[in-house]
Protein backbone atom coordinates (compact mmCIF):
# COMPACT_ATOMS: atom_id res chain seq x y z
CA UNK A 1 0.00 0.00 0.00
CA UNK A 2 2.72 2.13 1.09
CA UNK A 3 4.69 1.82 -2.67
CA UNK A 4 1.32 2.54 -4.27
CA UNK A 5 1.00 6.02 -2.32
CA UNK A 6 5.01 6.47 -2.98
CA UNK A 7 4.32 5.82 -6.87
CA UNK A 8 1.12 8.24 -7.21
CA UNK A 9 2.78 10.87 -5.53
CA UNK A 10 5.94 10.91 -7.79
CA UNK A 11 3.43 10.74 -10.38
CA UNK A 12 1.53 13.63 -9.41
CA UNK A 13 4.40 15.67 -9.22
CA UNK A 14 5.86 14.69 -12.33
CA UNK A 15 2.61 15.27 -14.35
CA UNK A 16 2.08 18.91 -12.40
CA UNK A 17 5.70 19.70 -13.35
CA UNK A 18 5.57 18.37 -17.15
CA UNK A 19 2.42 20.68 -16.70
CA UNK A 20 3.96 23.87 -15.96
CA UNK A 21 6.43 23.57 -18.40
CA UNK A 22 3.91 23.04 -21.26
CA UNK A 23 2.11 25.94 -20.09
CA UNK A 24 5.68 27.93 -19.67
CA UNK A 25 6.85 27.34 -23.25
CA UNK A 26 3.08 28.08 -24.81
CA UNK A 27 3.00 31.11 -23.04
CA UNK A 28 6.77 32.37 -24.01
CA UNK A 29 6.51 31.11 -27.44
CA UNK A 30 3.10 33.65 -27.28
CA UNK A 31 4.88 36.42 -25.95
CA UNK A 32 8.02 36.15 -28.08
CA UNK A 33 5.73 37.51 -31.12
CA UNK A 34 5.07 40.80 -29.07
CA UNK A 35 7.68 43.42 -30.89
CA UNK A 36 10.47 44.33 -28.73
CA UNK A 37 11.42 46.32 -26.73
CA UNK A 38 8.23 45.29 -23.65
CA UNK A 39 7.11 46.93 -20.43
CA UNK A 40 5.26 45.21 -17.69
CA UNK A 41 2.63 47.07 -15.56
CA UNK A 42 1.94 46.42 -12.82
CA UNK A 43 -0.83 47.50 -10.08
CA UNK A 44 -4.00 46.26 -8.39
CA UNK A 45 -6.92 44.67 -10.08
CA UNK A 46 -9.23 46.24 -7.61
CA UNK A 47 -8.34 50.18 -8.73
CA UNK A 48 -11.64 51.66 -10.22
CA UNK A 49 -11.18 53.03 -13.45
CA UNK A 50 -11.70 56.65 -12.58
CA UNK A 51 -8.89 56.29 -9.67
CA UNK A 52 -6.40 58.92 -10.25
CA UNK A 53 -3.65 55.80 -10.57
CA UNK A 54 -5.84 54.23 -13.15
CA UNK A 55 -6.03 57.58 -15.46
CA UNK A 56 -2.23 57.70 -14.96
CA UNK A 57 -1.52 53.95 -16.07
CA UNK A 58 -4.21 54.22 -18.97
CA UNK A 59 -1.88 57.50 -20.10
CA UNK A 60 1.59 56.33 -19.86
CA UNK A 61 0.77 53.04 -21.51
CA UNK A 62 -0.99 55.19 -24.11
CA UNK A 63 2.25 57.18 -24.82
CA UNK A 64 4.80 53.77 -24.52
CA UNK A 65 2.87 52.06 -27.48
CA UNK A 66 3.13 55.46 -29.13
CA UNK A 67 6.31 55.12 -29.51
CA UNK A 68 6.11 51.37 -29.61
CA UNK A 69 7.05 50.23 -27.01
CA UNK A 70 4.59 47.20 -26.24
CA UNK A 71 2.98 46.52 -23.14
CA UNK A 72 2.54 43.55 -20.86
CA UNK A 73 0.13 43.40 -17.80
CA UNK A 74 -1.87 40.32 -16.11
CA UNK A 75 -4.67 41.00 -18.71
CA UNK A 76 -7.03 41.74 -15.33
CA UNK A 77 -9.20 44.32 -14.41
CA UNK A 78 -8.57 47.69 -12.33
CA UNK A 79 -4.77 49.21 -13.11
CA UNK A 80 -4.41 46.59 -15.80
CA UNK A 81 -7.45 47.24 -17.87
CA UNK A 82 -6.48 51.12 -17.58
CA UNK A 83 -3.01 50.41 -19.33
CA UNK A 84 -4.47 48.06 -21.95
CA UNK A 85 -6.91 50.28 -22.48
CA UNK A 86 -4.90 53.36 -23.20
CA UNK A 87 -2.62 51.34 -25.35
CA UNK A 88 -4.99 49.72 -27.66
CA UNK A 89 -6.22 53.45 -28.14
CA UNK A 90 -2.94 54.14 -30.14
CA UNK A 91 -4.31 51.56 -32.63
CA UNK A 92 -1.14 49.38 -33.03
CA UNK A 93 -1.89 45.81 -33.47
CA UNK A 94 -0.04 43.12 -31.64
CA UNK A 95 1.80 45.41 -29.09
CA UNK A 96 -0.59 44.92 -25.78
CA UNK A 97 -0.54 41.38 -24.22
CA UNK A 98 -2.08 39.91 -20.95
CA UNK A 99 -1.08 36.89 -18.46
CA UNK A 100 -3.71 35.65 -16.70
CA UNK A 101 -4.02 33.07 -13.91
CA UNK A 102 -6.88 31.19 -13.85
CA UNK A 103 -7.33 30.18 -9.82
CA UNK A 104 -7.36 34.76 -9.36
CA UNK A 105 -10.81 34.55 -11.44
CA UNK A 106 -9.79 38.19 -12.59
CA UNK A 107 -10.44 37.30 -16.53
CA UNK A 108 -9.51 39.26 -19.55
CA UNK A 109 -9.85 42.84 -19.33
CA UNK A 110 -12.06 44.22 -22.75
CA UNK A 111 -8.74 45.85 -24.26
CA UNK A 112 -6.44 43.56 -24.07
CA UNK A 113 -5.44 42.25 -27.67
CA UNK A 114 -3.83 39.81 -26.88
CA UNK A 115 -4.34 37.34 -24.16
CA UNK A 116 -3.96 33.81 -22.40
CA UNK A 117 -4.32 32.23 -19.07
CA UNK A 118 -1.83 30.08 -16.88
CA UNK A 119 -2.68 27.46 -13.93
CA UNK A 120 0.04 28.68 -11.95
CA UNK A 121 0.91 32.34 -10.41
CA UNK A 122 4.74 31.94 -10.77
CA UNK A 123 4.85 30.96 -13.87
CA UNK A 124 2.99 34.05 -14.73
CA UNK A 125 5.73 35.95 -13.06
CA UNK A 126 8.35 34.35 -14.55
CA UNK A 127 7.38 35.33 -17.96
CA UNK A 128 6.47 38.78 -17.06
CA UNK A 129 9.96 39.48 -15.26
CA UNK A 130 12.21 37.49 -17.74
CA UNK A 131 10.99 38.96 -20.72
CA UNK A 132 10.61 42.50 -20.03
CA UNK A 133 12.75 45.35 -20.66
CA UNK A 134 11.34 47.74 -17.81
CA UNK A 135 8.55 47.88 -15.15
CA UNK A 136 6.14 50.12 -13.89
CA UNK A 137 4.82 49.44 -10.66
CA UNK A 138 1.31 51.08 -9.69
CA UNK A 139 -0.20 51.06 -6.02
CA UNK A 140 -1.23 47.77 -5.33
CA UNK A 141 -1.85 44.86 -2.62
CA UNK A 142 0.22 41.88 -1.83
CA UNK A 143 0.04 40.43 -5.02
CA UNK A 144 1.59 43.65 -6.66
CA UNK A 145 4.18 43.84 -3.47
CA UNK A 146 5.08 40.13 -4.62
CA UNK A 147 5.84 40.81 -8.18
CA UNK A 148 7.82 44.09 -7.00
CA UNK A 149 10.02 42.42 -4.52
CA UNK A 150 10.44 39.36 -6.82
CA UNK A 151 11.98 42.27 -9.74
CA UNK A 152 14.16 43.73 -7.02
CA UNK A 153 15.32 40.36 -5.59
CA UNK A 154 16.14 38.93 -8.93
CA UNK A 155 18.29 41.83 -10.08
CA UNK A 156 20.11 42.12 -6.69
CA UNK A 157 21.27 38.69 -6.94
CA UNK A 158 22.06 39.06 -10.50
CA UNK A 159 19.99 36.43 -11.90
CA UNK A 160 18.37 39.32 -14.12
CA UNK A 161 19.51 41.41 -16.05
CA UNK A 162 19.53 45.66 -14.45
CA UNK A 163 16.41 47.55 -15.99
CA UNK A 164 14.63 50.27 -15.00
CA UNK A 165 12.03 49.94 -12.55
CA UNK A 166 9.56 53.18 -11.59
CA UNK A 167 7.21 52.96 -8.94
CA UNK A 168 3.95 55.55 -9.44
CA UNK A 169 2.67 57.02 -6.56
CA UNK A 170 5.46 59.33 -4.47
CA UNK A 171 2.29 59.16 -1.27
CA UNK A 172 1.06 55.87 -1.62
CA UNK A 173 4.71 54.54 -1.51
CA UNK A 174 5.77 57.10 1.30
CA UNK A 175 5.94 54.24 4.16
CA UNK A 176 7.27 51.74 2.06
CA UNK A 177 10.56 53.75 1.38
CA UNK A 178 10.47 54.92 4.98
CA UNK A 179 10.82 51.37 6.02
CA UNK A 180 13.64 50.69 3.50
CA UNK A 181 16.21 54.06 4.78
CA UNK A 182 14.48 53.94 8.03
CA UNK A 183 15.14 50.24 9.07
CA UNK A 184 16.18 47.83 6.69
CA UNK A 185 19.05 50.35 5.61
CA UNK A 186 20.01 51.10 8.76
CA UNK A 187 19.89 47.40 9.86
CA UNK A 188 22.25 46.29 6.71
CA UNK A 189 19.46 44.06 5.48
CA UNK A 190 19.71 46.21 1.91
CA UNK A 191 22.61 48.72 0.99
CA UNK A 192 22.72 51.58 -0.68
CA UNK A 193 22.61 49.99 -4.01
CA UNK A 194 19.62 47.98 -3.62
CA UNK A 195 17.75 51.36 -3.02
CA UNK A 196 19.32 52.66 -6.63
CA UNK A 197 17.56 49.96 -8.57
CA UNK A 198 14.20 51.49 -8.50
CA UNK A 199 12.65 55.06 -8.78
CA UNK A 200 9.09 56.77 -7.25
CA UNK A 201 7.56 59.58 -8.79
CA UNK A 202 3.91 60.95 -9.48
CA UNK A 203 5.07 62.69 -12.57
CA UNK A 204 4.46 60.63 -15.68
CA UNK A 205 6.34 62.19 -17.94
CA UNK A 206 9.53 61.71 -15.65
CA UNK A 207 8.24 57.95 -15.28
CA UNK A 208 7.94 57.86 -19.35
CA UNK A 209 11.48 59.19 -20.10
CA UNK A 210 13.67 56.42 -17.78
CA UNK A 211 11.45 53.91 -19.56
CA UNK A 212 11.97 55.74 -23.32
CA UNK A 213 15.55 56.41 -23.05
CA UNK A 214 16.32 52.70 -21.39
CA UNK A 215 14.41 51.90 -24.54
CA UNK A 216 15.94 53.71 -26.88
CA UNK A 217 19.36 52.20 -26.19
CA UNK A 218 17.56 48.69 -26.48
CA UNK A 219 16.52 49.49 -30.10
CA UNK A 220 20.15 51.68 -30.85
CA UNK A 221 21.84 48.10 -30.29
CA UNK A 222 19.54 46.27 -32.58
CA UNK A 223 20.50 48.39 -35.17
CA UNK A 224 24.15 48.12 -34.45
CA UNK A 225 23.76 44.37 -34.74
CA UNK A 226 21.32 44.65 -38.61
Known amino acids: MKDNKKESTWFAAFWSLMHVNVQILRG???LLNVP?????IFGSARMHQ?????????ELANRLVEHDISVLTGGGPGI???AS???VAVGKKGRVIGIGVKELGEGRNPCVQEYFELDYFFARKWLM???SNGFIVFPGGFGTLDEL???LTLIQTKKLRQVPIVLIGAE????????LQEEALIHGTIDQESMDLFSVTDDVNEAFNIIYKHCEKIESAKEGEE
Do not use: S
Open 28 to 30: LWR
Open 85 to 87: CGA
Open 50 to 58: KDPYAQQAH
Open 129 to 131: THY
Open 80 to 82: MEA
Open 172 to 179: YWELFMRW
Open 36 to 40: IPRVT
Open 149 to 151: GEV
